[in-house]
């Protein structure tokens, strides 16, 4: 028996996919179709427009692997869905993996989807409350 929320996370989990996949080829194009012209995004350096999101591109990739993991999607009324994941991923020219945390707000557009918000909270085991 499928999940009833599988439909919906299987949806956002690939357009997610879609957004990171750009970061990967540095398809500014791609990136920009996947958001909202009023996306909104908050990171720990600062909450940011589509804009800025896409002109990240401007030099290239900005990401050269990428795993997503304890993915969980949930309906916010009937044409909106949350998706909620781990990104573990390393940059160009660096070993380092870096981590955070995903909050990812997306909006249905006739048959596809958008992205409205996204919130970033950096996986830093050192400032964990316990």
Not at 13 to 27: F, I, P
Not at 95 to 116: F, Q
């Amino acid at each position: 028996m499928t999940h009833p929320e599988q439909p919906l996370h299987d949806t956002l989990l690939a357009a997610e996919t879609a957004v990171w996949e750009a970061l990967l080829r540095g398809d500014a194009e791609a990136d920009a179709a996947a958001l909202d012209e009023g996306f909104v995004g908050v990171y720990p350096d600062g909450i940011f427009g589509k804009a800025a999101h896409v002109a990240q591109l401007a030099a290239g990739a900005t990401v050269a692997t990428y795993r997503l993991t304890q993915v969980r999607a949930r309906p916010v009324g009937a044409d909106h869905g949350l998706l909620i994941y781990h990104a573990a991923y390393t940059r160009p020219g660096h070993t380092t993996e870096e981590a955070m945390y995903v909050s990812s707000l997306w909006e249905r557009r006739g048959a596809g989807w958008v992205n409205i918000f996204s919130q970033d909270t950096p996986d830093d085991p050192a400032q964990a409350v316990v």
